[in-house]
């Protein structure tokens, strides 16, 4: 008899959430807000050629490589994909990710929107996309000065970057509005929740209809 929790049990491909936005939208924090509540998730690590910040650890929050190291990686297809944004490299090792759809784990990216094209040309059916935006583009700026990480000019450039991004939205499956960062946070856990549920995600069903029809009554 099928336990109480065998829908829990069920066997099922993991999938490849993608969050991306401006920078300053939202996004990082509710990466990380996913991943310390939802252990099911495994964040992709991202390689990038930027310079690091005084806050960062290299391995934790990017791998931080020269130029040359990245096109070496490039060049040996080890990423998965990437892209250039504010003059700096940004990619997605390729081992790790596919080790964990192979184990049925979720992958969280946290990348912009070329590198969302890139993934959706190659694993098109694992994808789970959402662009995360600014209430306001004047909230924006707001929120990149009280990161006190960049200097004004940076901040600049990445406002004017933004408008760009922001015309990518209607390329993703879901769009959240990140006004109130709690609200926009469930918003993403329902949407998870969802697509974790879907039919063609779930290959163990086969097997679980398969025992509920052999299964005697009475």
Known sequence: MPSRDAGSQIRRRGLMLVLSSPSGAGKSTIARNLLESDNQFELSVSVTTRPRRGSEIDGRHYHFRSRREFEILRDNDELLEWAEVHGNYYATPRGPAERAM???R???????????QQ??????GDIVSIFILPPSMAELKERLKRRAEDQEAVIETRLKNARDEIEHWAEYDFVVVNDDLDRAFT????????????????PGLFDFVSGLLDEPVG
């Open 119 to 124: 993934l959706r040309e190659k694993m098109r």
């Open 106 to 116: 979720d992958m969280l990216f946290d990348i912009d929107w070329q590198g969302a």
């Open 187 to 202: 918003e993403v856990v329902s949407i998870v929740q969802a697509e974790r549920l879907r039919r063609d995600r779930r």
């Open 102 to 104: 192979a184990e049925g």
